[in-house]
Protein backbone atom coordinates (compact mmCIF):
# COMPACT_ATOMS: atom_id res chain seq x y z
CA UNK A 1 0.00 0.00 0.00
CA UNK A 2 0.92 3.87 -0.27
CA UNK A 3 3.00 5.48 2.62
CA UNK A 4 1.12 8.70 3.82
CA UNK A 5 2.27 11.93 5.44
CA UNK A 6 1.64 11.26 9.23
CA UNK A 7 1.31 14.87 11.04
CA UNK A 8 1.38 14.62 15.38
CA UNK A 9 3.24 15.83 18.15
CA UNK A 10 5.54 14.11 19.99
CA UNK A 11 6.04 14.62 23.59
CA UNK A 12 5.51 18.26 22.63
CA UNK A 13 7.67 18.35 19.42
CA UNK A 14 5.93 18.33 15.89
CA UNK A 15 6.47 14.85 13.78
CA UNK A 16 5.91 14.59 10.10
CA UNK A 17 6.44 10.66 8.91
CA UNK A 18 5.64 8.69 6.17
CA UNK A 19 3.79 5.47 6.94
CA UNK A 20 2.28 2.78 5.92
CA UNK A 21 -2.16 2.88 6.43
CA UNK A 22 -1.03 -0.92 7.85
CA UNK A 23 1.52 0.37 10.51
CA UNK A 24 -0.18 0.84 13.75
CA UNK A 25 1.44 3.79 16.47
CA UNK A 26 3.47 1.54 18.30
CA UNK A 27 5.59 0.85 14.77
CA UNK A 28 6.12 4.13 14.32
CA UNK A 29 7.14 4.77 18.32
CA UNK A 30 9.17 2.15 18.24
CA UNK A 31 10.46 0.81 14.46
CA UNK A 32 10.81 4.16 13.06
CA UNK A 33 11.46 6.90 15.61
CA UNK A 34 13.37 4.77 17.81
CA UNK A 35 11.27 4.96 21.26
CA UNK A 36 11.74 1.73 22.61
CA UNK A 37 10.41 2.54 25.93
CA UNK A 38 6.84 1.59 24.75
CA UNK A 39 6.89 -2.21 24.88
CA UNK A 40 5.37 -4.78 22.42
CA UNK A 41 3.80 -7.27 24.71
CA UNK A 42 0.55 -9.10 23.23
CA UNK A 43 0.07 -7.11 20.24
CA UNK A 44 -3.52 -7.24 20.84
CA UNK A 45 -4.37 -4.00 23.13
CA UNK A 46 -4.82 -6.86 26.09
CA UNK A 47 -1.95 -6.65 28.31
CA UNK A 48 -0.90 -2.57 28.17
CA UNK A 49 2.81 -2.76 27.61
CA UNK A 50 2.13 -0.26 24.59
CA UNK A 51 0.21 2.31 26.64
CA UNK A 52 0.54 5.69 25.69
CA UNK A 53 -0.90 8.94 25.87
CA UNK A 54 -3.24 10.24 23.22
CA UNK A 55 -5.02 13.90 23.33
CA UNK A 56 -4.90 12.98 27.01
CA UNK A 57 -6.34 9.65 27.42
CA UNK A 58 -4.00 6.23 27.91
CA UNK A 59 -4.48 4.04 24.52
CA UNK A 60 -2.47 0.64 23.68
CA UNK A 61 -0.55 2.21 20.51
CA UNK A 62 -0.66 -1.58 19.51
CA UNK A 63 -4.08 -1.79 18.05
CA UNK A 64 -4.25 2.05 17.02
CA UNK A 65 -3.60 2.40 13.02
CA UNK A 66 -0.86 5.29 12.64
CA UNK A 67 -3.29 7.39 10.59
CA UNK A 68 -5.45 7.69 13.55
CA UNK A 69 -3.04 9.63 15.20
CA UNK A 70 -2.94 12.31 12.61
CA UNK A 71 -2.65 15.98 14.09
CA UNK A 72 -3.18 14.37 17.57
CA UNK A 73 -0.75 15.25 20.77
CA UNK A 74 1.36 11.48 21.69
CA UNK A 75 3.16 11.28 24.87
CA UNK A 76 5.49 8.04 25.40
CA UNK A 77 7.97 7.66 28.67
CA UNK A 78 10.56 9.10 26.95
CA UNK A 79 8.80 12.81 27.27
CA UNK A 80 8.20 12.63 30.75
CA UNK A 81 10.95 13.28 32.89
CA UNK A 82 14.64 12.88 32.26
CA UNK A 83 17.42 10.81 33.79
CA UNK A 84 18.47 14.14 35.92
CA UNK A 85 14.67 14.97 37.12
CA UNK A 86 12.47 11.69 36.98
CA UNK A 87 8.62 12.34 36.89
CA UNK A 88 7.33 12.00 39.98
CA UNK A 89 5.55 9.15 39.23
CA UNK A 90 8.92 7.40 38.35
CA UNK A 91 10.42 8.61 40.90
CA UNK A 92 8.15 6.45 43.69
CA UNK A 93 7.91 3.45 41.37
CA UNK A 94 11.39 3.35 42.45
CA UNK A 95 9.93 4.01 46.18
CA UNK A 96 7.94 1.71 46.43
CA UNK A 97 9.56 -1.29 45.02
CA UNK A 98 7.05 -0.75 42.36
CA UNK A 99 9.61 -2.15 39.36
CA UNK A 100 10.05 -5.96 39.04
CA UNK A 101 11.20 -6.42 35.52
CA UNK A 102 10.24 -3.26 34.54
CA UNK A 103 8.71 -4.27 31.01
CA UNK A 104 5.28 -3.09 32.05
CA UNK A 105 6.34 -0.10 34.29
CA UNK A 106 6.48 2.54 30.98
CA UNK A 107 3.23 1.95 30.18
CA UNK A 108 1.90 1.54 33.86
CA UNK A 109 3.44 5.22 34.63
CA UNK A 110 1.66 6.14 31.22
CA UNK A 111 -1.76 4.94 32.07
CA UNK A 112 -0.87 6.40 35.86
CA UNK A 113 -0.48 10.07 33.99
CA UNK A 114 -3.02 9.80 31.92
CA UNK A 115 -5.30 9.38 35.70
CA UNK A 116 -3.25 12.25 37.18
CA UNK A 117 -3.00 14.78 34.33
CA UNK A 118 -6.97 14.58 35.13
CA UNK A 119 -7.17 13.86 39.19
CA UNK A 120 -4.68 14.55 41.54
CA UNK A 121 -6.66 12.99 43.70
CA UNK A 122 -7.55 9.85 43.23
CA UNK A 123 -8.92 7.31 45.35
CA UNK A 124 -7.65 3.51 45.26
CA UNK A 125 -10.56 2.62 43.17
CA UNK A 126 -9.96 5.11 40.66
CA UNK A 127 -6.17 4.16 40.54
CA UNK A 128 -7.24 0.38 40.16
CA UNK A 129 -9.15 1.14 37.59
CA UNK A 130 -6.64 3.78 35.56
CA UNK A 131 -4.01 1.07 36.06
CA UNK A 132 -6.84 -2.60 35.11
CA UNK A 133 -5.70 -2.63 31.00
CA UNK A 134 -2.22 -3.16 32.23
CA UNK A 135 -0.97 -6.53 33.32
CA UNK A 136 2.08 -7.25 35.84
CA UNK A 137 3.13 -10.71 35.58
CA UNK A 138 6.18 -9.60 38.25
CA UNK A 139 4.16 -8.51 41.52
CA UNK A 140 1.39 -7.96 42.46
CA UNK A 141 -0.34 -4.40 42.10
CA UNK A 142 -0.31 -3.07 45.93
CA UNK A 143 3.27 -1.64 45.25
CA UNK A 144 2.06 -0.16 42.36
CA UNK A 145 -1.13 1.37 43.39
CA UNK A 146 0.92 2.91 46.69
CA UNK A 147 3.40 4.43 43.65
CA UNK A 148 0.47 5.97 42.31
CA UNK A 149 -0.98 7.09 45.38
CA UNK A 150 2.24 8.92 46.47
CA UNK A 151 2.86 10.16 43.43
CA UNK A 152 -0.16 12.22 43.06
CA UNK A 153 0.18 13.80 46.44
CA UNK A 154 3.72 14.91 45.66
CA UNK A 155 2.35 16.35 41.78
CA UNK A 156 -0.74 17.87 44.09
CA UNK A 157 1.64 19.50 46.35
CA UNK A 158 4.10 21.00 43.82
CA UNK A 159 1.27 22.57 42.08
CA UNK A 160 -0.17 23.94 45.39
CA UNK A 161 3.40 25.80 45.36
Do not use: W
Not at 17 to 41: A, C, Y
Not at 136 to 152: F, L
Amino acid sequence: MKKKVLNFKLNGDPMELLVSPEDTLLDVLRDQLGLTGTKKGCGKGECGACTVIMNGKSVNSCIVPALQAMDSEVETIEGIGTSEKLHPLQETFIDHGAIQCGFCTPGMIMSAKALLDQNLAPTRTEIKEAIAGNICRCTGYVKIEEAVQSAAEIMKNNKEQ
